[in-house]
């Protein structure tokens, strides 16, 4: 799964590139990527319907639908999500191909068939993934303190890279950043 600084450069691109955009067809060519509702019930409800914006919670990125619901994604680690034009010739492993109104298609390019897309309302996300109920902090959403940061640690018990890997101590850090932080920290 990727970690917290790539899933929020991601947010960030996918804002810029498709946070207003309408959808005008909906294409779902491996229907196991579709967690809730039904692929058909996905695509209903996402033909026709104007996208407002991308957010991040955790590590799942949602794409505003309606101002109502969330297409919410949960991505993997060979998962790539790419802006394409419809004429472009689809790749192995596509999963999803949403085409915009205007400004092409946004496509999830899954080929290890880890990525999770689901359709729901704002309200329900919570109950859908309680995981999100409990997040530690997040240090892009809310920058902190290094004195804020060490008392956190102090009061955790076990290893250091099992505190920094824990999604209730701390958002988006995996194995790789955590090895990278006990490195330069000595």
């Known amino acids: 799964m990727p970690e917290l600084p790539e899933l929020e450069l991601l947010r960030r691109d996918l804002d810029r ?3 207003e955009r309408k ?3 909906t294409e779902v060519p ?6 809730h509702p039904t692929k058909k019930a996905l695509i209903g409800a996402l033909d026709g319907a104007k996208l407002s914006g991308v957010t991040r919670r955790g590590t799942l990125l949602l794409l505003g639908v309606e101002g109502t619901h969330a297409l919410v994604l949960s991505i993997g680690d060979q998962t790539r999500l790419t802006r394409n034009q419809p004429k ?3 790749v192995a492993g596509t999963a999803l191909v949403l085409t915009f109104t205007q400004g092409g298609q946004l496509r999830i390019v899954d080929p290890k068939k880890q990525a999770k897309v689901e359709y729901l309302p704002v309200e329900e996300i919570g109950e859908r993934h309680p995981e999100l109920l409990n ?6 959403d809310e920058p902190i303190s290094w004195t804020t940061f060490g008392e956190a640690v102090l009061r955790r018990d076990g290893k250091l890279k099992s505190v920094l890997m824990d ?3 701390m958002v988006g850090v995996g194995s790789i950043y955590s090895d990278e932080i006990l490195f330069h920290a000595g």
């Open 17 to 19: 590139e498709i946070g």
């Open 167 to 169: 999604p209730t101590f």
């Open 30 to 35: 491996v229907a196991g990527i579709v967690g």
């Open 23 to 25: 959808v005008k067809s």
């Open 88 to 90: 472009d010739e689809l």
């Open 135 to 140: 997040l530690g902090l997040d240090p892009v």
